[in-house]
């Protein structure tokens, strides 16, 4: 599985970095990207991370996290 934020979607809220630490991080302006590849979704999401992964992904508000089973192209 792939992720990355939609950083236009980003509200800033906060809470996929408390869910999932080792996958998201913030930007200077609070704005979250995925940290496993600069958020580009081209690195699988760790099996250890999955429930980590789906606890940000279902709590996210605005829902910028995005996810699917193959690489982000764009
Ligand atoms: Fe942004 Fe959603 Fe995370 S609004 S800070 S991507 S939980």
Redesign the pocket.
Known sequence: MYTK?CQI?????????LKAPEL?D?DPQ???FCKLDHNQGTVEIPTAQYTNFKA?YQ????G??KRQNTPFTE
């Open positions: 934020v979607d980003c509200i800033a809220c906060g809470l996929c970095q998201f913030y609070g704005i979250a940000a709590k996210c508000p605005t910028a996290i």
